[in-house]
Nanobody, 117 residues
């Protein structure tokens, strides 16, 4: 049983910043990848950023240089610092936890990020 709870979404103007947090609880294994995905109306869910348990990161090209993903393994928490937000960043952001060697994949409920022009 794993639960992911996101927080930090909201409404900001273009150029502003938000910091998303996702805390995982339950049967968490050390070897995992946590990440953020987003889905805007009419679009498919897409990867924003992810980070492995040893700190390797992957970013979508559209957010490179603006977003930073990090994690606190002791607290089973992943963060997404979003700077210089653009209207096209508007979406529901979902936290993800993947334990590939166990074929386990978990999702948070999502948090809305809205960037006004």
């Amino acid at each position: 049983q794993v639960q992911l709870v996101e927080s930090g979404g909201g409404l900001v103007q273009a150029g502003g910043s938000l910091r998303l947090s996702c805390a995982a609880s339950g049967s968490i294994f050390g070897l995992n990848t946590m990440g953020w995905y987003r889905q805007a109306p009419g679009n498919q869910r897409e990867l924003v950023a992810r980070i492995s348990s040893i700190g390797s990161t992957t970013y979508a090209e559209s957010v490179k240089g603006r977003f930073t993903i990090s994690r606190d393994n002791a607290k089973n928490t992943v963060f997404l610092q979003m700077d210089n937000l653009k209207p096209e960043d508007t979406a529901v952001y979902y936290c993800n936890l993947e334990i590939r060697w166990r074929s386990s994949n978990y999702w948070g409920q999502g948090t809305q990020v809205t960037v006004s022009s």
